[in-house]
């Protein structure tokens, strides 16, 4: 049996915890930031759970988690 390959691209930008929550970070944060509100851009740095139909394309990109 061959090993299965981890997407490098996913295992980068989702964390998964213990309890099989996938998480990500939210987009908008990398630029054009000054005409963005601090409220707004303080929301931006929290990490959020992904939806939960999306966890069986995940199990597939990562075999090993």
Known sequence: MYKLKTSSSIFKRFK??????????KSSKSHLLQKKSSKRKRKLRRS??????????????????
Do not use: E, M, Q
Request: aromatic residues 14%; glycine residues 4%; contains cysteine.
């Open 48 to 65: 959020v759970c992904t939806i939960f139909s999306d966890i069986k394309n995940f199990k597939n990109a990562l075999p090993y988690i």
């Open 16 to 25: 998964i915890t213990s309890g099989n929550k996938i998480f990500r970070h």
